[in-house]
């Protein structure tokens, strides 16, 4: 394959994974939002308290899309390891995520529904990027690239060009049969 050709290959793959993540990120958010809204709504916690919450819930929401869709070809042999590091940089992603409506609240006294919303949902995109280049980065590794297969060993094309041939004779038994039938 040619060097543009693997560009484009590589690129295509990126984009694949770019509009994955994004529609796992997308029905998150409707969960994160939805669930904030409806906290915000039916109890006393406070804006960044019930904003922290709907964010875990997504959080996990957004792992089994992530796990189980967005990068299932990707490496499944450390699970604990995996699901360690998605929370870890998760987490960090809460604070980013809840660190803007924290800010917008409780520094600025933006504390409307509609405001809430709109800091959250900010806080959501800026959280997004680093947990794109994270989870791509460090917890669901890409498998290592297949090696170019050698050459084969001469007994083993030895026995497939065998294997071949039987084949091809059994191939002619069956029409020679089949056109004695016939007459």
Do not use: C, H
Request: glycine share 8%; aromatic share 12%.
């Amino acid at each position: 394959m040619s060097e543009r050709g693997a560009l484009r290959t590589r690129l295509d793959q990126l984009a694949r994974e770019v509009a994955k993540f994004g529609t796992v990120g997308a029905l998150g958010l409707v969960v994160n939002i939805a669930v904030s809204n409806l906290l915000w709504r039916t109890t006393d916690l406070q804006v960044v308290r019930a904003g922290l919450l709907a964010t875990f819930i997504a959080i996990l929401f957004n792992y089994v899309g992530f796990r189980y869709w967005t990068y299932r070809d990707r490496d499944k042999t450390g699970r604990t390891r995996e699901l360690t590091l998605f929370l870890l940089f998760s987490g960090v992603g809460a604070v980013i995520e809840n660190g803007v409506l924290y800010v917008a609240t409780y520094g600025f006294g933006w504390d409307t529904p509609l405001q809430s919303n709109v800091f959250k949902i900010l806080g959501i995109g800026i959280a997004t990027l680093f947990r794109f280049w994270s989870y791509r980065t460090w917890v669901f590794k890409a498998l290592p690239a297949p090696e170019p297969a050698g050459p084969a060993e001469p007994a083993a094309a030895e026995a497939l060009e065998g294997f071949l041939k039987q084949e091809r004779r059994s191939e002619r038994a069956s029409r020679v049969e089949a056109e004695s039938a016939r007459r």
